[in-house]
């Protein structure tokens, strides 16, 4: 007789369960032995051993990333991909929780295997390398990792329970000025003044901001600024970090870069030139109708998600590039309590106590349910791409 989906979640919970203290050793051992963006060698090799290990066929590098992997069970459609990240931050190590993140993964990955593998369809585990800085996602995503997948699933610990992300879209530019190099007293008129076009544009921008729609800003720094103070600087530079709410606003905000740096440059007689430093981080597109199944399916574990407060958001992610190609799911579960913040000493603690422990089982729970059901309810994938499909209003 074929198991229901109420059997189906709860051999799921078991099968976590069973598997609760491994994993939790996965987390430990990931956050004890922080790697960085795109050299996650010993994180990698420690995700793709176990998943070989139950069955999986595991291919890396992936989009010429040596720490980036896919691992599949099944084969073709339906299929949902679990995403691992486990970058840590440096001088913080795992201070964003991505072992948290990984061990979630890959416990849903494994447990969904274990009780629906003969079922049609495909369930993966995506490494994800470099979400903090970096951008693994871009580059999968880019190369068609995501192409033939029906959903994308994953959590983020934090300081908040909701039951969505608001994540903007980001991206860095480099703005280079070319002046002409004199002595600042022997010939002063010869020169033209590089660095002082960039200082201009570090004004003008100041002023822009006060224009700007909610949740952009641009941020600045010099990175090259002259070589002596008796030489007129032929050349300066600096970095700029823009963010925007959603992905369209972000590219308007690079326009509005580029005019006042070549508005600054004819005022000045210098040369800009304005270039892309970073891959592009889109925003976060939630997939209300597989967020909503998630925060059900986490409900019944006891951990209650509420909507993000309006008018708050908390940084950008390369998820939001997967989820402009497939729904996809992003909630935020706490880990400590609101008023602390990742990204601290605080919050690596946090990923490795005994509630972020409890948090693990729990969320690996949900997830694996979630990734079930997509596999198992037609209707639930056509409902999750009709609303894909249709025209986004930003986020509130």
Not at 56 to 82: C, K, N, Y
Not at 224 to 238: F, L, R
Not at 294 to 306: K, S, V
């Amino acid at each position: 007789m074929a198991l229901t989906h109420d059997d189906v979640h709860t051999t799921l919970d078991t099968e976590v369960a069973r598997r609760a203290g491994e994993l939790w050793d996965v987390a430990l051992r990931l956050h004890a032995d922080p790697e960085y963006a795109f050299a996650e060698h010993r994180a990698a090799a420690l995700l793709t051993g176990i998943l070989e290990r139950e069955g999986f066929a595991v291919e890396r590098p992936v989009a010429g990333l040596p720490t980036a992997f896919t691992a599949r069970s099944g084969h073709g459609r339906p299929a949902v991909a679990l995403l691992l990240e486990y970058d840590a931050l440096p001088g913080l190590g795992h201070a964003c929780g991505h072992n948290l993140i990984a061990a979630a993964g890959l416990g849903a990955a494994l447990a969904v295997r274990t009780v629906l593998g003969g079922t049609p369809g495909s369930v993966l585990a995506v490494g994800t390398p470099a979400e903090e800085g970096g951008g693994g996602k871009v580059l999968e995503a880019e190369a068609g990792v995501f192409d033939d997948v029906d959903a994308a699933l994953m959590f983020h610990p934090g300081v908040y329970d909701w039951v969505r992300a608001p994540l903007t879209a980001q991206v860095q530019y480099r703005v280079g000025f070319h002046g002409r190099a004199a002595h600042p007293t022997g010939n002063p008129t010869e020169g033209i003044d590089a660095l002082a076009a960039l200082i201009e544009l570090f004004n003008v921008v100041h002023g822009l901001g006060r224009r700007l729609p909610r949740a952009s800003h641009i941020q600045g720094i010099v990175t090259q600024g002259g070589t002596a103070t008796n030489i007129v600087p032929e050349y300066a530079e600096g970095r700029f970090g823009l963010r925007a709410a959603t992905t369209a606003e972000l590219e308007d905000l690079v326009e509005r870069l580029r005019t006042c740096a070549e508005g600054v440059a004819l005022a000045t007689g210098t040369r800009a030139e304005v270039e892309r430093a970073t891959v592009r981080y889109e925003h976060f597109r939630d997939s209300e109708v597989l967020s909503e199944r998630f925060a059900g399916h986490l409900g019944n574990a006891g951990i209650t998600l509420t909507p993000p407060v309006p008018g708050v958001h908390l940084g950008s992610s390369d998820i939001g590039n997967v989820s402009s190609r497939v729904p996809a799911i992003h909630p935020f579960v706490a880990v400590m309590d609101a008023g602390g913040s990742d990204h601290t000493p605080e919050f690596a603690r946090a990923a490795a106590s005994d509630r972020a422990r409890a948090v693990l089982t729990a969320v690996t729970g949900a997830l694996a349910r979630t990734a079930a059901d997509v596999l198992l309810d037609a209707d639930l994938r056509a409902t999750a791409w009709a609303r894909h499909r249709e025209p986004q209003a930003p986020e509130p």
